[in-house]
């Protein structure tokens, strides 16, 4: 038993916060805050990207471009189990037409300050994706694109911004009446999971996308007041309070609440996400001097 728990403390953080479906929604609110310069861009470079024709198979959108943009923003997920990239204690694999390398890069998707495993660099990360982005040199621009837009998502995931010693909740167990094939999973799969399920595209993405579109936009703030926001959610209402028969329970309150923040999260990851864009990609006008 104590091996097994040591194991499980090795394993690397598994699935990345939010599901597929939130990357997704928080990409769509995104794609709202963009001008139209920087949507024909943002396009533009992801069409530069080795797996632009992957993305344009799976998306469902009337409009490929934004369908492509959608499917871009779970990238750094679907690179965890894709044999053409190597985690780095194994060796490397042939490198992508214009990609400074072909890691992984697990730890990217957080900062765990709280001692139940590696680190993480999220924070960090954001602010040297964005200088890439905004260097103009197409070959880096088109590796950071797909990062930046999973991570600033990934960042309003109050789990993936710290925990209790638990790996980010994912060696805190509870009991989730509300799934009733899977009632006890992971504090940090439940929260991973509240957007929706995760295949939701086209049509089925829009009742969810109007209730994040109707909520008020958050001021814009900066990467580390960001992280701050979810590490105060951490200490407050992310953790269940109520015992279960075994465990944790979520009981109706607590799943409502949840639901509440995390709609409210993946709605300022989106917006901020968004105007992040336009300025980093918004060419400055000869005579404006630069920034
Ligand atoms: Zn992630």
Redesign the pocket.
């Given at each position: 038993m104590a091996y097994l728990l040591a194991l499980l403390l090795l394993l690397p953080l598994p699935a990345?916060?939010?599901n597929a479906a939130g990357h997704r929604l928080v990409a769509a609110v995104a794609w709202q805050e963009m001008t139209p310069p920087v949507r024909e861009r943002v396009s533009a470079l992801l069409r530069r990207h080795p797996d632009h024709a992957r993305w344009l198979k799976r998306q469902q959108e009337a409009d490929a471009d934004y369908g492509v943009f959608l499917e871009a923003s779970t990238w750094?997920?679907d690179i965890r189990r894709d044999p053409r990239f190597h985690d780095a204690d194994e060796p490397p694999t042939p490198r992508l037409p214009g990609f400074p390398h072909m890691l992984r890069q697990t730890h990217w998707?957080y900062r765990d300050a709280s001692g139940g495993g590696p680190a993480g660099e999220i924070d960090t990360r954001l602010l040297s994706l964005a200088d890439e982005l905004a260097s103009g040199r197409e070959a880096e621009q088109v590796y950071a694109l797909p990062w930046l837009l999973?991570?600033v998502a990934?960042i309003h995931q109050p789990l993936?911004t710290g925990g209790r010693g638990d790996r980010g909740g994912n060696a805190f167990e509870i009991e989730n009446p509300y799934n009733p094939r899977k009632p006890f999973m992971s504090l940090h799969a439940y929260w991973d999971e509240l957007p929706g399920p995760p295949w939701l595209r086209g049509r089925h993405l829009e009742p969810p996308l109007r209730r994040l579109s109707a909520l008020p936009p958050p001021p814009q703030g900066e990467v580390a007041g960001w992280l701050a926001e979810s590490r105060e959610l951490l200490a407050g209402p992310v953790y269940p309070r109520v015992s279960g028969s075994l465990l944790p329970l979520v009981t109706p309150e607590f799943h409502r609440r949840a639901q509440a923040i995390a709609d409210a999260r993946l709605a300022a990851a989106g917006h901020r996400l968004g105007r992040w864009l336009n300025r980093l990609l918004t060419p400055v006008s000869p005579g404006r001097g630069s920034r």
């Amino acid at each position: 038993m104590a091996y097994l728990l040591a194991l499980l403390l090795l394993l690397p953080l598994p699935a990345g916060a939010w599901n597929a479906a939130g990357h997704r929604l928080v990409a769509a609110v995104a794609w709202q805050e963009m001008t139209p310069p920087v949507r024909e861009r943002v396009s533009a470079l992801l069409r530069r990207h080795p797996d632009h024709a992957r993305w344009l198979k799976r998306q469902q959108e009337a409009d490929a471009d934004y369908g492509v943009f959608l499917e871009a923003s779970t990238w750094p997920d679907d690179i965890r189990r894709d044999p053409r990239f190597h985690d780095a204690d194994e060796p490397p694999t042939p490198r992508l037409p214009g990609f400074p390398h072909m890691l992984r890069q697990t730890h990217w998707h957080y900062r765990d300050a709280s001692g139940g495993g590696p680190a993480g660099e999220i924070d960090t990360r954001l602010l040297s994706l964005a200088d890439e982005l905004a260097s103009g040199r197409e070959a880096e621009q088109v590796y950071a694109l797909p990062w930046l837009l999973h991570l600033v998502a990934d960042i309003h995931q109050p789990l993936h911004t710290g925990g209790r010693g638990d790996r980010g909740g994912n060696a805190f167990e509870i009991e989730n009446p509300y799934n009733p094939r899977k009632p006890f999973m992971s504090l940090h799969a439940y929260w991973d999971e509240l957007p929706g399920p995760p295949w939701l595209r086209g049509r089925h993405l829009e009742p969810p996308l109007r209730r994040l579109s109707a909520l008020p936009p958050p001021p814009q703030g900066e990467v580390a007041g960001w992280l701050a926001e979810s590490r105060e959610l951490l200490a407050g209402p992310v953790y269940p309070r109520v015992s279960g028969s075994l465990l944790p329970l979520v009981t109706p309150e607590f799943h409502r609440r949840a639901q509440a923040i995390a709609d409210a999260r993946l709605a300022a990851a989106g917006h901020r996400l968004g105007r992040w864009l336009n300025r980093l990609l918004t060419p400055v006008s000869p005579g404006r001097g630069s920034r």
